[in-house]
C-alpha cells in the first residue's frame, strides 16, 4: 500500500494554504511538524478527500482517491482537530452511530464499540452523554471513532491535544501498536509525542514540506545549532529578548539558557546534541535565525 | 436502517425538539382545540365581550346544541330556516340568554344577509335574525343557486369555467341534511385549517438544523469521511425528518381527533360542506371534507420538511437555515397581496402555503383549455415538488465541503 502526494496544492483565494507538496507514503507512523496556519489541517483534510486541491493529487496504489470515492473512506479513520460530537448522545449511542456510518453491521458495532471504549478507559463511562465529558475524555472518544473500522489509512489531527500525560503515553503505545500494515499520519505542537512514535516527520512551514526524514536525519540539520551557556541571573532576559532559547534553568545565582543559532552566541556558549524540539523552534522560533527558511 | 434509527434518536435526542414537540402540543390541542371546545368558542357567554369571559361549560353547551339542531328533523328546508328565526326571536323576547346561545346564529345570520338582502334593515345594527319576518324566509335553495351564478359572474368566472363548476354543484344533494354545524364548522375553517401554519413554525425550528447543525457541531467532517457519510446519511436524514413531520402530525391530528370525538362526537359527518359555506360547489360532506384537509396538511408538510431539508444542507449556518425555511412558508402569503391573482394561485401550490379551505372556494387553475378544481392541485403538487427537493438535497451536503 502506497499514498502518493503529488503536486498538492490548495489556495483560498489570493492565499496559499498548501503549495505543491509530493510525498510517498508507506506503512508507518509519520509525523507532520508546523506552527499554526502552516497548512496542516488542509493537507489532512485533502488527505481524506473531504477538501478538493487546487491542483495536484492523492493516489492510493496508483488510484486518484476521489475516484475511488466510498471505497477509499472504507479504508480512512479519521479525527478532525476540534473533534465535534453530539452532546445528548452517550459515547456508546455516539461510537455505534459512527459504526453505522462506516458500514459496520449492528452486531457487530456494539462489541467494537465496548471493545473500543475499554481500550480508551472510556469503560465506565458509556453511558454518560458526551456533554458531561472532559476534554480528554472526548478525544478519547474521538480517537475511538477514528479506529472504529479497523483502517488501513489513519490520519489523526492534534490527536493528543487535552490528553493528560498518562493519556499520551497510553495513547502513543496503542498508536505504535496499530501502526504496523498501515499508514498513520499525525500532526501535533507536542513534539515529544512525535519523538516517540514517528518514523518519519514532515516539517511543513508556509504551506511547503521544509524538511522530511527520521528524527536522526532531521535532528542533523540543527546540529552545531544548539548551544549551551551559562550567564548570571541579571543577563538572562537580555538573552531571552534577543535569540531563540530553547529552555532556561536556575542554578543557584546563574542561568543555564539553551540557546538556537546559526552561530556561536558568545565565546562561553558550548555547542551541544540536537533534538527535534530544537529543530522546531530553529524553524518556527519566533526570533528569525539567518538560514531558516 | 440502524442509521436512519440512529438519525432518529440522534434528533429526539436534542432539547430543542422534545420542547418543540411540547409547545406545539399545546398550543394545537391544550389551547387551539380542548379550551377551545370547553371555554372559547363553546362556552356559555355572560357578557358578550370577550371570549376569555365565556364560561367552562363547553361540553354541555355542544351536547344541548346538537340536541337542540335535532329538533328539525336532519333537513334544511324553508321551513325549517323559518321556524329556526322564529326560536331565536321568541328565546330573545323571553331572555331565555342560555338557550339563545343554542342556535347557530352565525350561519343563519350569513344566509339571511347573503339570500334575503331585500329584508334588511339599514335603520339599525341588529343583527337579521333579530328582525327577520320569518314568512318571507322563502325559496332558499333558489336564492342560493343565484347568489352562486351572482358571484362567478362577479369573478369573471364565466364560459367553459363557469360550466365546469356548475356541473360539480349539480352534484351536490339537496335539500341539505342538518346538525349542529358551528362544530363542524369550527373544526374545518379554523382548527384543523391552521394546523400547517402551526406546524411549519415547529417544523422548521427542529428540522432547518439536521444538515447545517453538523457544520455547528463541527462533526461534518467526520461525517464525510465515512462510507455512508455522503449520500446514505443524507438519505437517513430525509427519511428521520419524513418520519418526524408524521410523528408530529399523527400527534396532533390525533390530539385534535380525540377531542373531536369527545366534544363533537361525529353526528352530522354526512352534511355538504356548503353548511360551512353556502356557495361552496363541491359535493363533499364534512367528513370528506376532514379528511381532505388532513391530507392536505400532511402532504403540505411533507413537502415543506424537504424543502427545509434542501435549505439546511444549503447553507452551513443554523440561523440561516431557520430564517429561509421560515421565509419558504410564510413570505409568499406576505408578498401574495401585491400579485396578481394568478400568481397569488400558483404561490398556494407551495408546501403548507396554500389553504385547505380551497375546497369551499371556486378557485380552479386552466391548463391548455382545460379546469382544475384548486384543491386537487393544491394537494398534489407540494409532494411533487418536495421530491423534487431531495436529489438536490443529497447532492448539496456531499458537495459542501469540497469548496
Not at chain 1, 212 to 232: F, N, R, S, Y
Not at chain 2, 307 to 331: D, E, H, T
Request: with cysteine.
Amino acid at each position: 500500500m502506497e499514498l502518493s502526494l503529488d503536486r498538492l496544492t490548495k489556495h483560498y483565494g489570493n492565499k496559499i494554504a498548501v503549495d505543491h507538496v509530493s510525498a510517498d507514503l508507506k506503512p508507518g507512523v509519520y509525523g507532520l511538524l508546523g506552527a499554526n496556519g502552516a497548512g496542516k489541517t488542509t493537507l489532512m483534510r485533502m488527505l481524506c478527500a473531504i477538501l478538493e486541491s487546487t491542483s495536484g493529487e492523492v493516489l492510493l496504489d496508483g488510484e486518484e482517491i476521489t475516484a475511488m470515492g466510498a471505497a477509499y473512506r472504507d479504508l480512512l479513520g479519521y479525527l478532525p482537530q476540534d473533534f465535534g460530537y453530539y452532546p445528548n448522545y452517550t459515547s456508546e449511542e455516539f461510537l455505534r452511530y459512527i459504526a453505522a456510518l462506516k458500514g459496520i453491521p449492528r452486531h457487530q458495532a456494539g462489541k467494537k464499540a465496548k471493545e473500543l471504549l475499554e481500550m480508551m478507559g472510556l469503560a465506565h463511562a458509556a453511558k454518560k452523554k458526551l456533554k458531561a465529558f472532559s476534554g480528554g475524555m472526548k478525544q478519547r472518544v474521538g480517537i475511538a471513532q477514528a479506529l472504529l473500522n479497523n483502517p488501513k489509512i489513519l490520519i489523526l489531527d492534534e490527536p493528543t491535544a487535552g490528553l493528560d500525560p498518562k493519556e499520551r503515553v497510553r495513547f502513543r503505545n496503542l498508536i505504535s501498536d496499530y501502526a504496523e500494515n498501515r499508514i498513520v499520519i499525525l500532526s501535533t505542537h507536542i513534539v515529544s509525542d512525535i519523538e516517540a512514535i514517528t518514523d518519519q516527520v514532515f516539517l511543513m512551514k508556509k504551506g511547503k514540506f521544509i524538511l522530511q526524514g527520521t528524527i536522526p536525519e532531521l535532528t542533523l540539520h540543527a546540529q552545531d545549532k544548539v548551544w549551551e551557556l551559562v550567564v548570571p541571573q541579571n543577563e538572562s532576559r537580555r538573552w531571552q529578548d534577543t535569540a531563540t532559547v530553547a529552555n532556561l534553568r536556575h542554578e543557584g545565582p546563574q542561568v543555564v539558557l539553551r540557546i538556537i543559532s546559526d552561530t556561536k552566541p558568545s565565546e562561553a556558549a558550548v555547542p551541544c546534541c540536537a533534538t527535534l524540539e530544537d529543530l522546531y523552534l530553529y524553524y518556527f522560533g519566533d526570533k528569525e535565525t539567518s538560514s531558516a527558511i | 436502517m440502524e442509521l436512519i434509527r440512529l438519525e432518529h434518536k440522534k434528533l429526539w435526542c436534542r432539547n430543542s425538539t422534545k420542547i418543540s414537540v411540547l409547545l406545539c402540543f399545546i398550543y394545537v390541542v391544550l389551547i387551539g382545540t380542548v379550551l377551545s371546545f370547553q371555554w372559547f368558542t363553546y362556552g356559555s357567554s355572560n357578557d358578550h365581550t370577550s371570549s376569555f369571559g365565556n364560561n367552562f361549560d363547553g361540553y354541555s353547551m355542544i351536547k344541548d346544541s346538537q340536541e337542540y339542531s335535532r329538533t328539525f328533523g336532519g333537513k334544511l328546508t324553508d321551513e325549517t330556516l323559518q321556524q329556526m328565526v322564529t326560536d331565536y326571536q321568541d328565546m330573545a323576547v323571553a331572555n331565555l340568554d342560555r338557550e339563545i346561545q343554542l342556535i347557530d346564529r352565525p350561519i343563519i345570520d350569513s344566509w339571511l344577509e347573503q339570500l334575503y338582502p331585500e329584508l334588511k334593515d339599514t335603520n339599525t345594527y341588529n343583527t337579521m335574525i333579530t328582525y327577520a319576518v320569518p314568512d318571507k324566509l322563502t325559496g332558499f335553495y333558489e336564492r342560493r343557486t343565484q347568489a352562486l351564478e351572482d358571484f362567478l359572474e362577479i369573478n369573471d368566472q364565466t364560459g367553459a369555467e363557469r360550466e365546469y363548476l356548475l356541473q360539480m354543484e349539480e352534484k351536490v344533494e339537496k335539500p341539505f341534511s342538518y346538525e349542529f354545524r358551528e362544530g363542524w364548522s369550527n373544526l374545518l375553517a379554523s382548527m384543523i385549517a391552521e394546523l400547517g401554519t402551526v406546524m411549519a413554525l415547529f417544523l422548521a425550528i427542529v428540522l432547518s438544523p439536521l444538515f447545517s447543525g453538523e457544520w455547528r457541531d463541527n462533526t461534518s467532517p467526520l461525517l464525510l469521511t465515512t462510507r455512508y457519510g455522503w449520500d446514505k446519511i443524507a438519505r437517513a436524514k430525509i427519511i428521520t425528518g419524513l418520519l418526524f413531520t408524521t410523528e408530529l402530525f399523527l400527534l396532533l391530528s390525533t390530539g385534535i381527533l380525540l377531542s373531536q370525538s369527545f366534544y363533537l362526537g361525529w353526528s352530522g359527518w354526512d352534511m355538504p360542506i356548503q353548511m360551512v359555506k353556502l356557495i361552496a360547489v363541491a359535493p363533499m360532506n364534512m367528513l370528506q371534507a376532514e379528511i381532505y384537509e388532513y391530507a392536505f396538511t400532511f402532504l403540505g408538510a411533507l413537502g415543506y420538511t424537504c424543502i427545509i431539508l434542501l435549505i439546511s444542507s444549503a447553507v452551513k449556518n443554523n440561523m440561516f437555515a431557520l430564517i429561509f425555511s421560515l421565509m419558504a412558508v410564510y413570505l409568499p402569503p406576505m408578498i401574495a397581496q401585491y400579485l396578481p391573482f394568478s400568481l397569488q394561485k400558483a404561490l398556494d401550490l407551495l408546501p403548507l402555503v396554500g389553504s385547505p379551505t380551497d375546497i369551499f372556494r371556486t378557485n380552479t387553475f386552466c391548463f391548455f383549455g382545460r379546469y382544475i378544481w384548486s384543491p386537487y392541485l393544491l394537494i398534489a403538487v407540494p409532494v411533487l415538488i418536495g421530491l423534487l427537493c431531495t436529489p438536490f438535497t443529497v447532492r448539496r451536503w456531499s458537495r459542501k465541503l469540497k469548496k
